[in-house]
């Protein structure tokens, strides 16, 4: 039995490949209703995965913001505190990107910062968006296709997700993650699509880690 309540974490990641490099983006969540003494979490990952493939949702609007040279390839979920439990894995057979245009190279990227109202590091944080489409980019500002794209994924990955098996019902909040501190992670409601794409080192051949 997977124990877990009120302020645990859940970690969900999308593995996918550009241009044979693996790329990752990683989305925490914090619980922040569930039923009276805790539950166990068997089910619960069945169920995020069923509702991030919904149409029209999370994975269709991530994909709307990648090129088809781009493909998922893992939606793996996991509860990494209080407790740390296995990850749960859900094959997306290489699903590709939506937008039938040529990728720019893995090292660049589109960048969404997550914000709230507060200030400081822990109230700050960032997704790295893989497999630009080329016509998102022109001279190295993000054109309006581009911008409605990632605007349109942004607003869905700040929504809460509620989740219900059987008789029980958990509400997950997005949160940016406190590695030190988790029960301290904030929950992120505000974004800002960056208007220039970026070079990410660690996705560089010979210069990442």
Known sequence: ????????????????????????????????????????????????????????GFIEKYLACCSNEFTLRTLRVQAIRAVRYSYEN??????????AEESLPPNDAIVIT????G????????????????????NGDITAAGLAAYTAFAQEAFQVLQ???????????????????????QQWN?????????VQRRRTVGLGI
């Open 90 to 99: 859900f094959d997306k057979a290489d699903e590709p990107g939506t937008v």
């Open 1 to 56: 039995m997977k124990t877990v309540n009120v302020g645990d974490t859940i970690e969900v990641i999308m593995e996918g490949r550009s241009a044979g490099q693996a790329t990752l983006n990683v989305f925490h969540y914090q619980i922040t209703a569930a039923p009276i003494g805790g539950f166990d979490w068997n089910g619960y990952a069945d169920q995020l995965n069923v509702q991030f493939g919904n149409p029209g």
């Open 190 to 198: 505000q974004f800002i699509v960056q208007h220039t794409s970026r």
């Open 163 to 185: 989740l219900t098996v059987l008789s029980g019902t958990v509400d997950l909040t997005p949160v940016i993650f406190n590695r030190s501190n988790p029960l301290t992670s």
């Open 119 to 138: 200030t400081g590091r822990h109230s700050r944080g960032s997704f790295h968006m893989p497999g630009v489409p080329r016509t998102f980019v022109s």
């Open 114 to 117: 997550k914000r709230n109202d």
